[in-house]
């Protein structure tokens, strides 16, 4: 049985998810904006995405040997985030990390990509939806 939901569908999928993360580690900053001597969060997964994705096209390169590293990616259902402490972040008198312009501004970027993706898989699904119900007629 074929699989119905291509890569860019999966894609998106795994998108909207991250892009959930996401903003949840960003609510979570801004919350914490003026608690001392928290340190600001960050969460990247467009690498790891893109891997998944298999971008570069390397899903058909496979390794000879036992110790050579892994190429190609895992699919995006296996994507997982790197989270760790904002680097970018300067340590203000109480301790904090936060820069509140800073997450806003990302938070606005991050829900702006989240509506994109949430957009495209409408528009496959309505695609979907077309073949399935007027596509024979």
Known sequence: MSDIFDKT???LAASINMRQLRHN???SNVANAETPNYHAKKLDFEEALGRAL???ELRGVTVTHDEHFPVGGSGP???RPDMYENPEGAIN???NTVDLEREMTALTENNLLYKTALQLINKKMAALKYAATEGGR
């Open 77 to 79: 259902s296996n994507v």
């Open 25 to 27: 580690v960003i609510s």
């Open 9 to 11: 569908t999966k894609g």
């Open 93 to 95: 008198n109480d301790g």
């Open 54 to 56: 298999d971008v570069d």
